[in-house]
């Protein structure tokens, strides 16, 4: 299996403009997580998908970030409008919910946005 | 809620000597345990997990972890680090039921030298 596949790998924006990012996870996983990760406050879980249904969006952190899972091979996480301070990486992972298994999350290799 | 503590946000070993990542967690039962590394430019990679069981847990690379209930701690270990260990690493702790949210500790860089 290729692995969690994000994308873009780098995005360069100005503020006010839209932001997608992309995530494709492992085959076979039901599971889907979105993290941000900056020096300040570490890696932070935004938003987690089950069978392709947010259970947990109390990290997303304001109405900018929204997040949608239209069937189990994609999700997207939109930044509308961008930001400085949503300068950070990005993680996409995905696991499977099964016994003893449902905590093995796969990490993408992320995208680095940088908003000027 | 649970958490995640890392004491040491830097560690620089020499080369084969041993290495010891401390890791304190809080939560009210027995939580479900797990390391991770992050090379640069890099995602997190799993290292191990402690679900049950026996609490000396081995993982990849040569890595290997202690659950000790009595400390509320999980560090993790290498008797002779080598320099592509180089990375950092992060300690993270999930409920042992239900919701499967995992909370990362704020990571441990470590630095090998020659």
């Known amino acids: 299996d290729a692995g969690v596949i994000q994308s873009p790998r780098h995005e360069v924006t100005e503020m006010g403009q839209e932001v997608t990012l992309r995530c494709k996870p492992i085959?076979?996983?039901?599971?889907l997580f979105w993290y941000r990760q900056t020096m300040m406050r570490g890696l932070e879980l935004l938003i987690y998908f089950n069978n392709n249904v947010p259970i947990d969006d109390s990290g997303m952190p304001e109405d900018r970030f929204s997040a949608k899972m239209p069937n189990a091979s994609f999700s997207t996480l939109k930044i509308q409008p961008s930001e400085p301070r949503d300068s950070a990486v990005y993680f996409c992972?995905?696991?499977?919910?099964?016994?003893?298994?449902?905590?093995?999350?796969?990490f993408g290799p992320g995208t680095r946005l940088t908003v000027t | 809620a649970q958490s995640v503590t890392q004491p040491d946000i830097h560690i620089t070993v020499s080369e084969g000597a041993s290495l010891e990542l401390r890791c304190n967690y809080s939560y009210g039962a027995t939580p479900y345990l797990f390391w991770y590394v992050q090379s640069p430019g890099q995602g997190l990679q799993l290292l191990l997990k402690y679900f049950s069981g026996d609490t000396l847990v081995q993982g990849i690379k040569g890595f290997e972890a202690e659950f000790k209930r009595s400390q509320s701690s999980f560090n993790l270990r290498k008797p002779s680090v080598h320099w592509s260990d180089a990375a950092e690493y992060f300690c993270?702790?999930?409920?042992?039921?239900?919701?499967?949210?995992?909370?990362f500790g704020i990571g441990t860089k470590l630095q090998v030298i020659p």
């Open positions: 993270a702790v999930a409920p042992s039921g239900g919701y499967q949210k995992v909370t």
């Open positions: 992972a995905s696991s499977f919910w099964g016994e003893k298994m449902a905590y093995e999350q796969y």
């Open positions: 085959s076979g996983h039901n599971s």
